[in-house]
């Protein structure tokens, strides 16, 4: 068995703000469902990276107990340079300011408009 991609899909109250945040950090909307109140779902990409956002009502209806106890999640991203993404990133409620961790990767970390905690990472170079 061989797993070729994962994507994960965040849930939100409102999808429409999500863009806006991804959209700052060079990722675009490529794909749009429309809902009764806005967007029920997106998928957001930059040919190298792709998440999914649902409403939480689009997926109860979907499968109500299929996110029963689902929560806000945390998507750690690796990028090439973390001074590429620092000034998109101050435009965000902070959760970790920058830091340099043990093993040498440069993040920070922030919150999306869903709740969500995103971790930019910029690694260190391979030796």
Same mark, same amino acid.
């Given at each position: 068995?061989?797993?070729?991609?994962?994507?994960?899909?965040? *849930?939100?109250?409102? *999808?429409?703000?999500?863009?806006?945040?991804?959209?700052?950090?060079?990722?675009?909307?490529?794909?749009?469902?429309?809902?009764?109140?806005?967007?029920?779902?997106?998928?957001?990409?930059?040919?190298?990276? $792709?998440?999914?956002?649902?409403?939480?009502?689009?997926? $109860?209806?979907?499968?109500?107990?299929?996110?029963?106890?689902?929560?806000?999640?945390?998507?750690?991203?690796?990028?090439?340079?973390?001074?590429?993404?620092?000034?998109?990133?101050?435009?965000?409620?902070?959760?970790?300011?920058?830091?340099?961790?043990?093993?040498?990767?440069?993040?920070?970390?922030?919150?999306?408009?869903?709740?969500?905690?995103?971790?930019?990472?910029?690694?260190?170079?391979?030796?």
């Amino acid at each position: 068995m061989r797993l070729n991609k994962a994507t994960p899909v965040l *849930i939100a109250d409102d *999808i429409e703000p999500c863009s806006q945040f991804w959209s700052e950090f060079g990722l675009e909307c490529t794909l749009e469902v429309p809902g009764d109140n806005g967007l029920m779902f997106a998928i957001f990409s930059n040919g190298k990276s $792709e998440l999914m956002y649902q409403t939480r009502a689009s997926a $109860e209806l979907d499968e109500y107990n299929a996110i029963e106890g689902v929560g806000k999640s945390i998507v750690y991203v690796e990028v090439s340079s973390i001074a590429d993404i620092r000034e998109a990133a101050s435009r965000h409620p902070l959760v970790k300011a920058e830091h340099t961790t043990p093993y040498g990767a440069k993040e920070i970390y922030v919150r999306d408009p869903a709740g969500n905690v995103i971790g930019f990472a910029e690694l260190p170079a391979a030796s």
